[in-house]
């Protein structure tokens, strides 16, 4: 069974870019949910989503966004990037059973 | 507002040395305890999920328990290969999948 995929692995972006991170859950998952990683702030939540709803939503700026696609794969988008911005991102899925899983992360580097 | 802390930051073990690391919480509504281990550069890895105080869960030379306000995850005669950092999470009940993680706790385990 295939776990979940992020792509891009990693990238370089320079401050005032966007960019986009995809996320495949589990095939059969409908909840999708992102975090952020830094080493100063550890794992803060971005947002879920479940069947292309927005369900709950973290304590970040406007420029953070996302949304699911009736396959439950996901996109977020940061746009404006700022140097803080630089993080590993990390998509989890989840099905009926509530267990979360993680895939690799995208890992972001903003010049 | 829901709190997790973990103890101790950092832990290095001999092989085969026995610890306990610690996971302390304060939330309205557990739905669900979650332990995962990260190795640099990887996504959390999914280790186990607790519901109610007084359950135990193993896996291999792990051993989860959970009391109301806090859990352990024992580490029997660990090896090289746990050395990696652990993370604890709480889900409540009105939050859908979102987790809320603690620092992490760092263990080396020397051969």
């Known amino acids: 069974k295939a776990g979940v995929t992020q792509t891009p692995r990693y990238l370089i972006k320079t401050r005032g870019q966007q960019v986009t991170l995809s996320c495949s859950p589990i095939s059969g998952h409908r909840s999708v949910s992102w975090y952020q990683q830094t080493p100063g702030q550890g794992l803060q939540f971005l947002f879920e989503?479940?069947?292309?709803?927005?369900?709950n939503k973290g304590n970040f700026p406007g420029r953070f966004s996302g949304r699911q696609f009736s396959n439950s794969r996901s996109e977020m988008n940061v746009s404006t990037l700022e140097l803080g911005d630089s993080a590993l991102y990390l998509c989890a899925s989840s099905g009926y059973t509530g267990e979360l899983f993680f895939g690799e992360g995208s890992r972001l580097t903003v010049l | 507002e829901d709190q997790v802390t973990q103890s101790p930051e950092a832990l290095r073990l001999q092989e085969g040395e026995s610890s306990s690391l610690n996971c302390s919480y304060t939330v309205s509504g557990l739905r669900g305890l979650f332990w995962y281990r990260q190795d640099p550069g990887k996504g959390p890895e999914f280790l186990f999920t607790l519901y109610s105080a007084g359950e135990e869960k193993e896996k291999e030379r792990l051993k989860a328990t959970l009391t109301k306000k806090e859990s352990f995850l024992h580490i029997t005669a660990p090896k090289p290969e746990d050395s990696a950092t652990y993370l604890c999470a709480v889900q409540i009940e009105t939050s859908g999948s979102r987790l809320t993680f603690g620092e992490g706790t760092q263990l080396t385990v020397n051969p």
């Open positions: 989503y479940f069947s292309e709803t927005q369900r």
